[in-house]
């Protein structure tokens, strides 16, 4: 009931093209869902969240696309650049102070020029 | 400060030694979380502090393992005994009470010979 599972494990893609990396979760009563950004030797940065009272939530060339039914959420990143290549990790909670984020395992990208 | 500080960055030490790590908090969050990620894995919750108290501490992998913090304000995770299974990096993170957003500080990577 806890888990995230993320997927692919790594992705590699040419610059100009899109990232996709998709979460599933089991809780339902998780209502918030982040992604977070890794750069080697950094701690996980917010890029973007949503909470299901939307299917879509767009910042600049990053978009969260939301399923509640099938409870999956996914990133898309338009428009890779290499600067883009980091771990990404979606996680799970439920929206209030009582409660951890439960994180994916991880997708290593790279964009290559 | 500006973000959240941990220390040491890095620490390598034998096999059966204590270790403490330090996180200090931005100042004002309440919340704070202490999360492991080993090579290649995603962030493992550890332990969640509101305040002073620990109302969730289901993370922590043994009783080798605790954490404490004074003051609402730093923590120090301990690891008694250490194994060379305890080797990763140990994030912190902070948040207001009632914001999604975590804010991780660079983490501290411990390497048990």
């Known amino acids: 009931q806890q888990q995230v599972k993320q997927s692919p494990q790594s992705l590699i893609v040419q610059k100009g093209g899109i990232s996709i990396i998709n979460c599933a979760y089991e809780?339902?009563?998780?209502?918030?869902f982040p992604w977070y950004q890794q750069f080697p030797g950094k701690g996980p940065a917010l890029l973007i969240a949503?909470?299901?009272?939307?299917s879509e939530k767009k910042e600049g060339r990053f978009t969260i696309s939301f399923n509640k039914s099938a409870k999956q959420f996914s990133l898309h990143i338009m428009d890779s650049q290499p600067g883009d290549s980091a771990t990404y990790f979606c996680?799970?909670?439920?929206?209030?102070?009582?409660?951890?984020?439960?994180f994916g395992t991880g997708t290593r990208l790279q964009v290559f020029p | 400060g500006a973000g959240v500080s941990q220390s040491p960055s890095n620490k390598v030490t034998e096999k059966g030694k204590d270790v403490e790590l330090r996180c200090d908090p931005i100042?004002?969050?309440?919340?704070l979380y202490w999360y492991r990620q080993s090579l290649g894995q995603g962030l493992e919750f550890l332990i969640y502090?509101?305040?002073?108290?620990?109302?969730?501490k289901s993370g922590l992998p043994s009783d080798r393992f605790s954490a404490e913090r004074t003051g609402g304000s730093v923590s120090t995770l301990t690891i008694q005994r250490t194994q060379q299974e305890d080797s990763a990096v140990y994030l912190c993170?902070?948040?207001?009470?009632?914001?999604?957003?975590?804010?991780f500080g660079e983490g501290s990577r411990l390497t048990v010979l």
């Open positions: 949503i909470r299901p009272d939307v």
């Open positions: 996680a799970a909670s439920k929206d209030d102070n009582t409660d951890k984020l439960i």
């Open positions: 100042s004002g969050h309440t919340a």
């Open positions: 502090f509101q305040g002073n108290s620990a109302p969730d």
């Open positions: 993170a902070s948040r207001f009470t009632t914001a999604g957003e975590l804010f």
């Open positions: 809780n339902t009563a998780f209502d918030y």
